[in-house]
């Protein structure tokens, strides 16, 4: 199976069971390239997010015109920051960001529970090693995170900014993915796969 990549500095199908490192610096703008991800080609998709709550992402998908009803969202900072949640079929959450075997088993339900073309953003990949401040467990979960993709012939989007993690770690990450997505502080993209 193969799923549109719907971003023009790239090739325009990725296959099933890719996942895609999107480095960016802490300033991106990295909302236009999450929704371009989400908005073709896609029966359903989960954004699992650590920067922002529920209704943030729900914001910004509506901004950016992306059809929320295809939308799953875990949020992982409500819960813990003592916000109100509001009860919802599509939104998740957990304790907190650091909630590691949360996020894996709430992705694993999303992928067994829809059909079809399904895509992942995990927003992001550096916030869930701050709250953690464990990398290494935080990498672990991302390569059984990349592992479920695989399973389930879904993709996934993974967002981590380069400037606060060591080389050694980013060499790592760009080794474990299957292609890279760089947003420069100008808002140009480069993909490689």
Request: aromatic share 8%; with cysteine; charged share 30%.
């Amino acid at each position: 199976m193969e799923y549109a990549l719907a971003m023009n500095e790239g090739p325009d199908t990725i296959k099933a069971g890719t996942g895609l490192l999107l480095f960016h610096p802490s300033t991106g703008e990295t909302d236009r390239i999450d929704t371009d991800f989400f908005k073709e080609d896609t029966d359903a998709f989960l954004v699992i997010s650590t920067r922002t709550t529920a209704r943030e992402v729900e914001q910004k998908l509506e901004f950016y015109d992306v059809d929320e009803s295809s939308a799953v969202i875990l949020d992982t900072l409500s819960v813990e920051r003592g916000y109100s949640r509001r009860p919802a079929e599509h939104i998740h959450y957990v304790s907190s960001p650091d909630d590691l075997g949360g996020i894996l088993e709430c992705t694993r339900r999303f992928l067994e529970s829809h059909d079809g073309k399904r895509r992942v953003s995990v927003d992001s990949i550096t916030e869930l090693s701050y709250y953690t401040e464990d990398e290494e467990a935080v990498f672990e979960v991302m390569t059984e995170l990349l592992a479920l993709l695989r399973e389930f012939d879904a993709v996934g989007l993974f967002h981590l900014s380069p400037e606060v993690h060591n080389q050694e770690l980013l060499a790592r990450y760009q080794g474990t993915f299957d292609g890279t997505i760089n947003l420069s502080e100008d808002g140009e993209v480069d993909v490689s796969i």
